[in-house]
């Protein structure tokens, strides 16, 4: 069974950092594009970042506002995908889904809160 | 940026219903186009990718149409799981942008 598990969502204060991982399982992470997406219920649905695989030059895609200060990596060896934030901003605050790149965005994780305030 | 919008934002129906929900484009986006079901607390869940292809797993009732700017999702016979939002989003390139969603409730 394909499952997502985030975690590492917190409660930081504006300008401060946070590290949020996805521990995948039940398929070959290598083999697949991976995606943050986020929700906030004042802003409702949006896409974060891509991850793209080897075959694809490990490249990367970023939503213009997060651009720079958002980083999305991945370590295949521990079957774990990344989300690096710097420089956190109220607006971040949103519920952080991993999410498999196939077939649109076919499998989602549960979700990891992260809460910007002072 | 490409923007969806969705209608209606809300209805209200029975169990047996048929029910649409039409999602917008503001550009071409050809079929690359999925909807998702989101109930509350719950993670968005995939039903249908490319316009009108069904996710494994997911009940035939659900059905997509539509390509270019104009996608329809039709549930064929309402089921009391079904009450849920809706969201469709496109995935021609980047940013990929969601619509504001549908809320189906129960009449």
């Known amino acids: 069974e394909v499952q997502l598990v985030e975690s590492g969502g917190d409660l930081v204060q504006p300008g401060g950092s946070l590290r949020l991982s996805c521990a995948t399982s039940?398929?070959?992470?290598?083999?697949?594009?991976m995606d943050w997406v986020r929700q906030a219920p004042e802003r409702g649905l949006e896409w974060v970042a891509r991850?793209?695989?080897?075959?694809?030059?490990?490249?990367?895609e970023y939503r213009a506002s997060v651009k720079g200060r958002f980083t999305i990596s991945r370590d295949e060896s521990q079957n774990q995908l990344h989300l690096q934030m710097n420089s956190l901003q109220t607006d971040d605050t949103a519920v952080y889904y991993c999410?498999?790149?196939?077939?649109?965005?076919?499998?989602w994780g549960q979700g990891t809160t992260v809460i910007v305030s002072s | 940026d490409i923007q969806m919008t969705q209608s209606p934002s809300s209805l209200s129906a029975s169990v047996g219903d048929r029910v649409t929900i039409t999602c917008r484009a503001s550009?071409?986006?050809?079929?690359?186009l999925t909807w998702f079901q989101q109930k509350p607390g719950e993670a968005p869940k995939s039903l249908i990718y490319?316009?009108?292809r069904l996710q494994t797993g997911v009940p035939s009732r659900f059905s997509g149409s539509g390509s270019g700017t104009d996608f329809t999702l039709t549930i064929g016979s309402l089921q009391p799981e079904d009450f849920a939002t809706y969201y469709c989003?496109?995935?021609?390139?980047?940013?990929?942008?969601f619509g504001p969603g549908t809320k189906v409730d129960v009449k």
């Open positions: 999410v498999r790149g196939y077939n649109g965005l076919d499998v």
């Open positions: 039940g398929f070959i992470l290598s083999d697949f594009f």
């Open positions: 991850s793209r695989t080897k075959a694809h030059g490990h490249t990367t």
């Open positions: 550009h071409d986006v050809g079929t690359a």
């Open positions: 490319d316009a009108s």
């Open positions: 989003q496109h995935y021609v390139g980047f940013p990929f942008t």
